[in-house]
Nanobody
Framework: QVQLVESGGGLVQAGGSLRLSCAAS????????MGWYRQPPGKQRELVAD???????NYADSVQGRFTISRDNPKNTVYLQMNSLRPEDTSVYYC?????????WGQGTQVTVSS
C-alpha cells in the first residue's frame, strides 16, 4: 500500500502563486511516474502535469508555461509550483501514482483563485 499526502493548497488572488507538495509513504518499491490531477466542480478529473522518475515532464496545455512539476526521488515527494494563477485554476488538486499496476490517489487539496 502507498499513501499520498498533499499539502500547500489555499486561497490566492489571480496572478499569485502556490506550491503544492505530495509525499508518498508506505510500502514503496519503485515509483515511476507521479502526477497532479484536478477536478473542477461539475467536471471530470483531468491531468495537470506528471513527471517520470528520470525527470521527463508532461503538462496540460492550459498550464504550460505557468506550472512546474518537480520531484525529490529519495523523499518520494512531488511538487507543483503554480504561478500566474487564474480563477479557472480553482479546483481540488489530487496527487497520483501507480505502483505494481495499482493506482493510488491522495485525498486532495483545495486551490481557490479569486478574481
Amino acid at each position: 500500500q502507498v499513501q499520498l499526502v498533499e499539502s500547500g493548497g489555499g486561497l490566492v488572488q489571480a496572478g499569485g502563486s502556490l506550491r503544492l507538495s505530495c509525499a508518498a509513504s508506505g510500502t514503496i518499491f519503485r515509483i515511476n511516474t507521479m502526477g497532479w490531477y484536478r477536478q473542477p466542480p461539475g467536471k471530470q478529473r483531468e491531468l495537470v502535469a506528471d513527471i517520470t522518475r528520470d525527470g521527463s515532464t508532461n503538462y496540460a496545455d492550459s498550464v504550460q508555461g505557468r506550472f512546474t512539476i518537480s520531484r525529490d526521488n529519495p523523499k518520494n515527494t512531488v511538487y507543483l509550483q503554480m504561478n500566474s494563477l487564474r480563477p479557472e485554476d480553482t479546483s481540488v488538486y489530487y496527487c497520483h501514482t501507480i505502483q505494481w499496476g495499482q493506482s493510488y490517489w491522495g485525498q486532495g487539496t483545495q486551490v481557490t483563485v479569486s478574481s
